[in-house]
């Protein structure tokens, strides 16, 4: 919401590709707004292919910000969680690294 005057912003996002979202609260601050969708538009591309088909699955915040974390292999943190919740499945990790790098492959 930069374009409206706010001054941060919050996303999980910054845990996953910390360059590309510093990058994109910069270009908001500059107000270079062409440039700020354009990246937006990596992360909203990241979500439909890379999220949105296992949001089904049944994680929890927590499961989501390890599974991720992980598959960005930016954060080395355990996948496991404590029943009853549960963890990204392995084939799930390799599913959003796979599309995390299409789109962020220059960020990690």
């Known amino acids: 919401m ?7 912003i919050y996303s ?4 996953y590709w910390p360059r590309a979202s510093l990058k994109l609260y910069a270009l908001c601050q500059e ?3 062409e440039e700020a969708i354009a990246l937006q538009e990596k992360y909203i591309a990241f979500d439909l292919e890379g999220q ?3 949001e089904n699955r049944g994680y ?9 974390g992980e598959a960005a292999g930016f954060l080395k943190c355990k996948r496991y969680i404590r029943p009853p919740h549960r963890a990204m499945r ?7 690294r796979n599309v995390g790098q299409k789109y962020f492959s220059d960020w990690t």
């Open 2 to 8: 930069t374009i409206w005057g706010s001054k941060g």
């Open 60 to 68: 929890t915040d927590a499961g989501w910000d390890k599974g991720k």
């Open 31 to 33: 107000r270079k707004w």
């Open 90 to 96: 392995e084939e799930d990790v390799i599913h959003l």
């Open 12 to 15: 999980d996002f910054i845990n």
């Open 52 to 54: 949105k088909p296992l």
